[in-house]
């Protein structure tokens, strides 16, 4: 697919010729990954943050939000209810916590590896390369790092960088690939200053970086955050921040890295709670992420307004696995190499 192809798709607002693009979408997904979707067990582990990312609603300048952050006790027991469900992978999930030591970190890795046959994901921010290769070496075998965005100067913006020092995401990517992680990243669609040439770049660094996983969700403001506070910052985006949108980008990442794990994120399930979820599965994604956090922690946990889900893993991802005629996956889920 060319620049212009996949500009007009990204402009495209033809519900009868968007249909051609999901249907594209969904046949390279069934021939590439299949039909198992391979659910993941989401475990927030704090929300302590030391960066100030104007998008995100635990960024450190919010001083009225309690912080938590839970022990390895507590973990455990939300692993093993994991492994209870049959799932085959727990993602821990954190804010940018320097209270997360590195040799905590490890040995908790090297107990969820001996107690249960589940992979490792680590979403843990910007750490140093000592941190990555430790927590590798103790077993841990993915990490997720969004890029947020590939325009620098929007992403400079946004994620200002913290005591002075400029971090570069892709080059973390790069790291953590050579450690021999499988190394998820990621956008968000819609955010205030995005353009359609900033997504036809991101579809294209997804497909240079040759991405184990790609994590596509809509940008939701939130009032607390100098993002959210701006409305009118919004309705100046050329973008909108919209299921179809996210969808749309979705599509195109299943066409453009058609072996990739790509999850139908809680935050498109959060624009359209009533079929969000399905309609990522539909459009190309093969993966979802419920959330295990406990309830008491997961409230505090606020990156974005979302409902507050009551039971652990929140709406039943079987029943909607099998009501597309799709079936859960089987065993961790890695990356697929080649067409089965
Ligand atoms: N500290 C980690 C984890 C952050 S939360 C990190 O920075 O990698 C995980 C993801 O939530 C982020 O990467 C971002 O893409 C998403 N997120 C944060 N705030 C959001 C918002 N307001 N709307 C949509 N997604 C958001």
Request: contains cysteine.
């Amino acid at each position: 697919m060319d620049k212009e192809t996949i500009l007009s798709w990204l402009k495209e607002e033809d519900p009868k010729r968007l249909e051609k693009l999901w249907q594209e979408a969904d046949k390279v997904r069934a021939r590439c990954v299949g039909d198992e979707v391979h659910l993941r067990g989401l475990i927030e582990i704090s929300n302590y943050c030391i960066n100030r990312c104007y998008y995100c609603g635990i960024n450190r300048d919010i001083r009225t939000l309690a912080r938590y952050r839970m022990t390895e006790e507590e973990i455990m027991a939300v692993v093993r209810e994991i492994v209870k469900r049959g799932y085959g992978t727990v993602v821990l999930q954190s804010g940018e916590d320097p209270g997360i030591k590195r040799t905590w970190m490890s040995e908790l890795i090297r107990r969820i590896k001996g107690e249960t046959p589940l992979a490792v994901t680590l979403s843990l921010g910007e750490r140093n390369v000592g941190d990555f290769a430790a927590w590798r070496k103790a077993g841990a075998d993915r990490y997720l790092l969004k890029f947020e965005t590939s325009n620098r100067y929007l992403y400079r913006y946004l994620h200002p960088p913290r005591q002075g020092e400029e971090i570069d995401r892709l080059i973390l990517l790069e790291e953590l690939s050579s450690l021999g992680y499988e190394v998820g990243s990621g956008i968000m669609v819609g955010l205030p200053g995005q353009t359609y040439e900033d997504l036809y770049e991101d579809l294209s660094i997804f497909r240079r970086l040759d991405l184990d996983m790609i994590g596509i969700g809509p940008f939701i403001p939130h009032p607390k955050t100098p993002l959210g506070c701006h409305p009118d910052w919004l309705s100046r985006s050329e973008v909108p921040n919209t299921d179809l949108m996210t969808c749309k980008v979705i599509a195109l990442t299943r066409l453009l890295c058609p072996m990739a794990n790509i999850p139908s994120t809680t935050a498109l399930a959060t624009v359209n709670p009533a079929s969000g979820r399905i309609l990522g599965l539909e459009r190309g994604a093969n993966v979802i992420m419920p959330n295990f956090t406990p309830i008491k922690y997961r409230k505090l946990y606020d990156i974005y307004p979302r409902p507050q889900e009551t039971a652990p893993g929140g709406e039943d991802p079987l029943s909607i696995i099998l009501s597309l005629g799709r079936r859960p996956g089987k065993g961790p889920g890695n990356r697929r190499r080649q067409i089965f």
